[in-house]
């Protein structure tokens, strides 16, 4: 059977279910409830066989989360017991950001002979970072403000929160946890911005030694950069069970309702995130006169492979060998985009902004403009910690929830449409990185346009 007859059929089914449940829940109409979880059942037997033709993994993530929501409703209790899933996933993917963070800064700032201009590209790149960034993240506060997608979430009385209690940290623990006291004890605790800080000076560091001690530990930060990049292809393999079982527990737990709530955020989002490439990025593009249409196309490749992947690292060596034929000399490329998926990842900082607020308001938590706006500082500091790496900003969401004494229970409520999210934002973020990589090349004066068409396949 073909995959267009296949998918001609899943449309005729998703019709008769469709209109077997609006009959059923709207016009009294007395439809067998057998028949109605059948012909579901029916449909996704259909979009599992197509999934499995197409052999994609974004296919599969999507058949899971549908899955997923059906055991959540067939099977609320026995759904419960599929949290190790979506805790083993989580788990895998803690153990990379430390590696793939230290391995691609170091080879990013060592591989430089020049450290003049590492450091002038460097303060460069931190001004361009911090104020697109900061820009993000008030587009994400002022978003989930208008829509108030958090409001209205009524926990059923059989819930129980079974997360570790919030801990408020001052400013004087925000800033003290910038700086590693431990590097190996960072990486245990997950801190990823002390992590990021060793690796820079680390980086630095290496560069100063002579080419002949230099160059051992050069080639191995780089074989592990690649072998990590290898790690996250594997571990995006086991994302499908991740993520139905984080759905099909969120469903379980607080029951379909809890999505009206969850798309709510989830569209807040996704506009959000078009505003600010349509009047952040879209501008800056404009401002320093970049090629539109050949960056369109140099970053589709890239962009694609981040979105079905929910993965930047997975689309970094794409993004370089395409800036590079986009004009971008070499060594701005490799010290600008390592160097961005750490202090510049533009979706993820709006997500975390706007999902910090949506906590507050799931929770009936009032915070006033002020507690907002330090809620938006403590983020310039601890989304600089945020790998490219799915799911590293639910690291970051627990600890602004601890530190404004936010309950956790609605951050698991969001991991179950996380997936959805993380596709929007992670393409973004490349969007981003790429974009900036172009910037800090003309502010450097060393950026020449290719002549003619160019071929980035």
Known sequence: MSQKRIIQIIFVLLGITAVAHLLSFYASVSVPHLMLVGSRWITWLFVIIFAVRKKSLTTWILVSMIIGVEIGLNFPVFAQNLSVLSKIF??????????????????GIAGHSNLKQVGRMGWKSIVYFEAVTTLALLIGV?????????????????????????????????????????FVKSIYHGDVLPIVVFSVIFGISLALLPEARKRPLLEFTESLAEAMFKFTNIIMHFAPFGVGAAIAVTVGHLGIDILTSLLKLLF??????????????????????????KFIKAISEPVSIAFATTSSESALPKAMENMEKLGVPRKVVSFVLPTGYTFNLDGSTLYLALASVFVAQAANIDLSIGDQI??????????????????????????????????????????????????????VNVIGNCLATVVVAKWEGEYKEPEGDINFD
Do not use: C
């Open 90 to 107: 989580l788990r895998l993917i803690k153990t990379i950001i430390a590696p793939i963070l230290f391995a691609t800064l170091v080879v």
């Open 142 to 182: 002022l978003a989930i403000n208008i829509t108030k997608a958090g409001s209205g979430i009524v926990l059923p009385e059989h819930f129980q929160q079974d997360l570790p209690e919030a801990k408020a940290q001052s400013w004087q623990d925000v800033v003290l946890h910038i700086f590693p006291e431990n």
């Open 268 to 293: 807040t989002l996704y506009g959000a995130l078009i505003v600010f490439l349509t009047f952040v990025l879209l501008p800056v593009a404009l401002l320093v006169k970049v090629p539109i249409r």
């Open 374 to 427: 330090l809620m938006v500082f403590t983020l310039m500091l601890t989304s600089k910690g945020v790998a490219g790496v799915p799911r590293a900003t639910l690291v970051i969401l627990l600890g602004t929830a601890a530190s404004f004494g936010l309950p956790l229970w609605p951050i698991m409520a969001i991991l179950g449409i996380d997936e959805l999210m993380d596709m929007a934002r992670t393409s």
